[in-house]
């Protein structure tokens, strides 16, 4: 089977059925390498919804997606084989029900080998992905999150796991090691001072806004974390961007990263072992002209383009 994007030169990049970077779709049990599917759920949401709708909208833009990186002077589809699997089964009125089957989903694919990036969904999806990594990997993973907020937060309305909270949860299960775990984007306002807590607690490195345009880009890019062999995970919430780059999101916050300073963060991560990655909270309805599509589309480039460099 050849994992090559549909020329757009045979049929132009606006026809033809939509999948990730007009990927040929597959089952699990194929052989490529890494594979890109839908986590459609935003049962997990405390403010707007509509994350259910990013896979959907996210294959939509990618249409415009191409494989050779400039920079990383690469061309990802020629380094691995990627196919868009399709979505993952949930139950929209369910948060533990789509649980169970993302994990299980998740598992499947490790079980064949796979790598894989989810488009969600609210970031609630993240957790079930990090059970199945833990228990496969049988290590705690090493953690990069991108996100306005520390999603450490505590039970809401009594129900303990929302998009909120996955972080809390992540650190609490044992499934990330917080000593190799970072934060960036976070900025407040933060409901009280309290809310650090947590990161204080487990000696996270949050990278906040402030902290990235404190100098100039280049010395914060300096003063990332390498992230050896240990298996990784990258869960990008669209919403570390300021929502003038990234609108379409449940919980806007003023004060943001620019999307190229994403990028530029994206390629100066040296991940040796990125095992999955993840990108949530993009809600279309609320979109404008699919911007926030789109940074979605360079956003899993990126993640690929990690994935192939070792
Ligand atoms: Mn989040
Ligand atoms: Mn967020």
Redesign the pocket.
């Known amino acids: 089977m050849e994992y090559k994007p549909l020329s757009g030169r045979e049929f132009p990049r606006y026809s033809a059925i939509k999948t990730f970077f007009r990927l040929p779709i597959s089952e699990i049990k194929a052989d490529f390498d890494v594979a890109l599917f839908g986590a459609p759920f935003d049962g997990g949401t405390s403010y707007r919804p509509g994350a259910r709708f990013a896979a959907t909208k996210v294959r939509e833009a990618s249409s415009l997606g191409r494989g050779f990186h400039m920079t990383r002077a690469l061309q990802v589809f020629e380094k691995l084989k990627v196919a868009d699997i399709g979505d993952c089964p949930t139950v929209p009125i369910s948060l533990s029900q789509t649980y169970s089957k993302i994990e299980s989903f998740t598992s499947l694919l490790l079980k064949k080998k796979k790598r894989f990036i989810a488009c969600g969904g609210d970031?609630s999806i993240t957790l079930p992905i990090l059970r199945a990594l833990k228990k496969h990997h049988k290590t705690k993973m090493a953690f990069i999150h991108f996100?306005?907020?520390l999603?450490t937060y505590p039970a809401a309305w009594g129900c303990e796991f929302h998009?909120?909270s996955f972080a809390r949860h992540a650190v609490e299960e044992g499934l990330v090691d917080p000593k190799k775990m970072i934060q960036i984007g976070i900025r407040g306002p933060l409901a009280a001072g309290e809310d650090l807590d947590f990161i204080k607690k487990h000696k996270i490195r949050v990278a906040t806004v402030d902290e990235v345009r404190k100098t100039n880009l280049q010395d914060f890019l300096k003063s990332l974390p390498t992230f050896d062999e240990t298996p990784t995970y990258l869960s990008f919430?669209v919403?570390?961007l300021d929502p003038a780059y990234a609108p379409g999101?449940g919980?806007p916050?003023i004060g943001g990263l620019t999307s190229y300073e994403t990028q530029r963060i994206l390629r100066a991560l040296k991940v040796k072992n990125l095992v999955g990655g993840d990108l949530v909270?993009i809600s279309p309805p609320y979109d404008h002209a699919d911007i926030t599509s789109l940074v979605g589309v360079d956003v899993m480039f990126e993640m690929l383009c990690m994935m192939s460099r070792y």
Request: hydrophobic residues 15%.
């Open positions: 970031h996100d306005a907020h999603d998009h909120g919430d919403d570390c999101t919980t916050v909270e």
